[in-house]
């Protein structure tokens, strides 16, 4: 039997410290993120619950293609049920966020020759800042998502040539993430751009064509058998109906008659958020707690968001943009799309006070999804001082939105004036798409910023960072040897 060359072999205790001593800075930060993720789960005992969070479950504990959102997430915690454990899911979120950190920042200084200090500033968002811990804390599929994303998007930018097989792993990767958040599909379509511009082979394309597609089709015609529809959701339309009920003007433009009840409630200018038009008890849309939109009600939403984009086109681009520009890049956060929406991203003073009556989609209502999956009510604990050592936190460490705004600009003059441009240009226009999107399609919520970070960071940090030459290796700095004496010497 061969033996490996390093079988048996221990690494010598001056090469670790060696190494820790080249990447002091990101040895501090990442320690700084473990610790802090660990003082979140002592305070806060089980998750953090959003309204979504039911549904999930409920996907879990018996399959089934969500009418509302895509179900890739409630897969991802069918898988973990048998440990009937929701502190193993938080830890999972934990753990991945920081192992993503750790190879985007070896690969950083590895890969694409960044300085140690940049590289280390460039993953210490992922790592300390408040709002991303919180949102790894709760029950919801954002944490899985930028894990995939980010993860196709890193093995796509490694250097060397692309060849069919990592391609088929990042389309592959991308696929899963379009069936757990559908603002995951667009990416496809700029890693195809990537390949276009590094004149990439045909096998390559059709490999990533192949693994992509597998699982968006396979979602979609699982979702077809049950739903008599081949799409991933059952409410495309009906999220356009609400960014379009931001602006509607029934007064001022006369839509048609079958569509006339769905002009949304309140003057202009004064309405509810459009994501929160669309689940408020009075909406047009008629939405009831454990039920789904039907396909006509998806179809007429549609058409009437269409028409109103139609009359009002200026109108429409300027609640994009306002949302875009200035509810992403503000320095402050504010209550949006409401007050109790954007209370769940920030760590409780006492336990969530659930709806337990409440009916969940596909069966059941709150208490029993959580039950059957659980085996028991996972009452949540808070513990001080741990909880309030994190509130305080919270309330002193995050990434404002203005800061977003100045390294996106800071990538997109890397873009211009830097070399690699084409690796710069992937992470950055991948940011500013997963931003783009919510606000063009549906709404802004502060939680989709957080896996557009990242990426604006990695952009900035590959323009802006990369180092001498004669540094590019993420190896510790090697003893020297005594060089041999002459013979008689």
């Known amino acids: 039997m061969l033996l490996s060359p390093l079988a048996g072999r221990r690494p010598k205790p001056g090469a670790v410290l060696g190494v820790i001593r080249a990447h002091w800075i990101f040895a501090l930060v990442l320690l700084a993120g473990a610790a802090l993720r660990v003082v979140a789960m002592l305070g806060f005992r089980s998750v953090l619950w959003f309204n979504d969070s039911y549904d999930f479950l409920a996907i879990a504990n018996d399959p089934f293609p969500h009418p509302l959102r895509p179900s890739g997430y409630g897969l991802f915690l069918w898988v973990l049920k048998p440990f009937h454990s929701l502190l193993l899911v938080t830890t999972i979120h934990h753990a991945a966020i920081v192992g993503l950190a750790v190879v985007g920042y070896r690969m950083l200084v590895r890969d694409f020759d960044v300085r140690r200090g940049w590289a280390a500033l460039a993953v210490a968002p992922l790592l300390l800042d408040s709002f991303q811990i919180e949102l790894e804390h709760l029950l919801l599929s954002d944490t899985l998502f930028t894990v995939l994303v980010f993860g196709a ?4 930018a490694k250097p060397g040539a692309t060849g069919w097989r990592r391609a088929a792993v990042v389309g592959l990767l991308l696929g899963f993430a379009a069936v757990t958040r559908t603002v ?10 990537y390949l276009l511009v590094r004149r990439t082979r045909w096998p390559v394309y059709a490999a990533l064509a192949v693994t992509f597609f597998a699982p968006v089709v396979a979602y979609a ?17 009906v999220f356009l109906w609400g960014r379009a009920a931001a602006f509607a003007d029934c007064d001022a433009f006369t839509p048609p008659p079958d569509l006339a009840r769905l002009c949304p409630n309140g003057k202009k200018g004064e309405r509810l958020a459009s994501s929160h038009q669309i689940w408020h008890e009075d909406s047009p849309l008629g939405w009831t707690n ?9 179809e007429d939403a549609q058409r009437f968001a269409l028409w109103a984009i139609r009359n009002q086109p200026l109108d429409y681009v300027r609640v994009v943009a306002y949302d875009f520009f200035v509810r992403t890049f503000s320095w402050n956060r504010s209550q949006y799309p409401t007050i109790g929406t954007e209370a769940r991203y920030h760590f409780p003073t006492k336990p969530d006070e659930r709806k337990p009556d409440l009916p969940v989609l596909g069966g059941g209502d709150r208490r029993s999804v959580v039950d059957e999956y659980a085996h028991g009510a ?4 808070i513990v001080d001082p741990y909880a309030g050592f994190m509130r305080g936190y919270q309330e002193r460490v995050r990434v404002p939105g203005t800061v977003l705004g100045i390294v996106l600009l800071a990538g997109a003059a890397g873009i211009v004036w830097r070399p690699a441009r084409a690796r710069t240009a992937l992470f950055w226009v991948s940011a500013v798409t997963l931003l783009a999107v919510p606000p063009v399609t549906v709404d802004f919520d502060y939680r989709y910023i957080l896996p557009a970070m990242p990426f604006a960071c990695f952009a900035a940090a590959m323009a802006w960072g990369r180092r001498m030459p004669s540094d590019r290796t993420f190896k510790a700095p090697e003893e020297k040897r005594p060089e041999p004496q002459p013979a008689g010497a």
């Open 153 to 156: 998007m890193l093995m796509l």
């Open 184 to 193: 995951g599909a667009p990416l496809f379509l700029i890693v195809v751009l």
């Open 221 to 237: 015609t699982w979702y077809q058998q049950e739903h008599g529809r081949f799409a991933l959701t059952g409410t495309d339309g």
């Open 290 to 298: 454990g039920e789904a939109f039907d396909e006509k009600t998806n």
């Open 378 to 381: 996972a009452p949540q604990h």
